[in-house]
């Protein structure tokens, strides 16, 4: 019976005669509910079925609950998880908003840096969570200027030096997600080169945040493969070419070379923007 799917979950009771402990013992492993041993009192019995059919009842409509309540818990939790992973596009896009140039730009980042982590061999976790980072690396350029940020012309220093606070205050708009511990320190510091030159703090080498590295690959690929206010789309040739100069200066080496196979598995340009 309990191998029998439809019949498993009827409960068993033995009325017997036989008073072997062993054959007890082998019935209850067996699946047994309950042992009632002759000569029986059928008042007796009969209660002692009753409470046991009450109690599988009981249990019969427990289970069904949890499985309810469990099936409600996950339903819950994947709107949950479509309802932050649709606030952060939305943050993104508000930012983009501001740029006539960057439509989409963060998605792509995103996209660019869990390709990067996947070829890295990162757990699928941490591919998430950089695809979550690359959503909101630029989200600081919502405190900057649109004048500045849609400038044509050469920026003057003093405007270089404004969009160059943009990690920074991107830091502090994401230092109070507790979710994701870090996620601020990878957008403060997207703009750092691994030899130290970059921006805002000048830290170089692994001393930046492994997500930061790996977002400076993709944002630098993102803004070479994209019509920018200042010049069009590069070629596939001139974009691998910057890869490989910036190698151990701006880039992460590995990561850099990670980026480079990726470009030499698309033979036919389609991964740009």
């Not at 008042?43 to 409509?61: A, S, W």
């Not at 950089?130 to 012309?153: A, E, M, Q, R, W």
Request: net charge neutral.
């Amino acid at each position: 019976m309990k191998a029998e799917p439809k019949l498993k979950d009827i409960p068993v009771i033995f009325l017997t005669a036989d008073d072997d402990q062993d054959t007890e013992t082998e019935g209850f492993k067996a699946g047994a509910t309950d042992f009632i041993r002759k000569p029986f009192i059928p008042d007796i019995m009969l209660q002692r079925v009753g409470r046991m059919l009450e109690l599988h009842r009981l249990q019969t409509n427990l289970a069904r609950e949890v499985k309810r309540q469990t099936k409600y818990a996950q339903e819950r939790q994947e709107r949950m998880k479509r309802l932050s992973r649709e606030m952060v596009l939305s943050l993104a896009k508000a930012v983009e908003a501001k740029d006539k140039y960057t439509n989409g730009h963060s998605e792509r980042v995103a996209y660019y840096a869990r390709l990067i982590a996947k070829k890295a061999g990162m757990s699928e976790a941490d591919q998430n969570d950089i695809y979550f980072v690359g959503l909101l690396h630029d989200i600081g350029k919502i405190g900057i200027p649109d004048t500045v940020i849609n400038k044509t012309s050469k920026l003057t220093d003093e405007e270089f030096a404004m969009i160059k606070q943009h990690p920074a205050i991107g830091a502090k708009i994401l230092k109070d997600i507790t979710e994701m511990p870090g996620i601020e320190m990878s957008a403060r510091w997207h703009h750092e080169r691994y030899d130290g030159t970059g921006y805002p703090d000048g830290i170089k080498g692994e001393n930046i945040p492994e997500f930061s590295r790996i977002i400076c690959v993709a944002d630098a690929y993102d803004a070479m493969t994209s019509t920018r206010s200042y010049r069009d789309i590069l070629p596939q040739e001139k974009v691998r070419d910057e890869l490989v100069k910036g190698r151990g200066t701006q880039f992460d080496p590995k990561y850099a070379d990670i980026m480079i196979q990726l470009i030499d598995e698309d033979t036919d340009y389609k991964m740009k923007g």
